[in-house]
């Protein structure tokens, strides 16, 4: 199984590639990728550059051109495509029905991924995508156990890509309005979840109150882990009761499921994690890469210390391990 690792930053993909990925994933500093983030991401340049020296150590680049184009601005997301070809990328990440066409007949020679923000979450979705626009490889949502993959990749002629570690979505990727609503921007048309410019920190005499848009989403005790403001993962009061309505903050690690995704017919496992910093990159790059040699080896999954890297230090396998929905 390939392991697709995150790459926010040239330093960060540098860091990946030496921590052993097979695959790293990037996009161009604008709206186009759904990390849209201040400080992140990459020049064309900076593509290109980083393109030469992932390929110099035999690991692929992924670029995400996975937001939704707005009506009028096609043209943005077009030469995002045009510039992500002539960087020499070995695939494209997309979401969108129109740039899906737009690059089968435009860029032919592009490999196309299915991006998770298209929520492509059984045979038929992912089938009709391979045949109407040639897509090579489907990142599937977080919202599927391991038995439902497994279902999936008997039936697809489609390599199937699913996350392993990070920042966990409690939505069906591609079909939340939290962010959206209370700040303007959306995570899948302008590329930000929760952007930091709309998060507001305050000490009270209750704790550090986090606010998101204006909105309050978390007062955390002094001393105590603060996550990061996400509507989806906010700590609300109803009547004489407070905790989080859709989700505790907490991160995917799905490391003791690789055996189980090995024989599930996955074909690559993606860390989540543009955002974060070269130092995570590295440790948990070197965890999988560790897990994913050992599983194929036939040898026991090695002891790994990562859920200090998780949001508020707590771990879950998501839905893979679940029987609810």
Not at 62 to 81: D, E, K, S
Not at 247 to 256: G, N, R
Not at 265 to 291: M, N
């Amino acid at each position: 199984m390939d392991l697709v690792c995150p790459a926010g930053t040239p330093a960060s993909l540098r860091a990946a590639v030496g921590a052993g990925a097979h695959a790293v994933y990037c996009g161009f500093a604008d709206e186009t990728n759904a990390r849209n983030f201040p400080g992140l991401n990459f020049s064309r340049a900076e593509m290109a550059e980083g393109v030469a020296f992932a390929h110099a150590q035999g690991v692929k680049v992924l670029c995400a051109i996975n937001t939704f184009p707005r009506a009028g601005q096609q043209a943005i997301w077009h030469r995002a495509l045009a510039d992500a070809e002539a960087a020499g990328v070995d695939a494209v990440i997309l979401a969108d029905l129109g740039l899906l066409d737009h690059a089968r007949c435009h860029h032919p020679g592009l490999r196309l991924h299915l991006s998770v923000q298209a929520a492509a979450a059984n045979a038929d979705a992912i089938g009709l995508y391979a045949a109407a626009f040639g897509v090579r490889r489907v990142v599937l949502p977080r919202v599927l156990t391991v038995e439902e993959i497994a279902s999936i990749t008997r039936e697809v002629a489609v390599e199937t890509e699913v996350f392993v570690f990070g920042g966990l979505c409690v939505m069906a990727e591609g079909r939340c309005a939290l962010s959206s609503w209370a700040t303007g921007l959306s995570p899948n048309m302008n590329g930000v979840c929760s952007p930091a410019s709309h998060v507001a920190y305050a000490d009270t005499p209750g704790g550090q109150e986090a606010r998101l848009g204006g909105l309050l989403i978390h007062r955390t005790p002094k001393g105590a882990p603060a996550p990061y403001p996400t509507l989806c993962k906010g700590c609300f009061t109803s009547g004489d009761q407070t905790g989080h309505l859709f989700e505790d903050p907490v991160s995917l690690d799905a490391m003791t499921l690789l055996p189980a995704l090995k024989r599930a017919g996955v074909t690559a496992l993606k860390i989540e994690g543009r955002q974060r910093s070269r130092a995570y990159v590295t440790e948990v790059v070197r965890a999988f890469r560790a897990a994913i040699d050992a599983v194929e080896a036939g040898r026991p999954l090695p002891a790994a210390q990562l859920q200090r890297l998780t949001e508020g230090q707590a771990a879950t396998t998501g839905a893979y391990a679940k029987t609810w929905r």
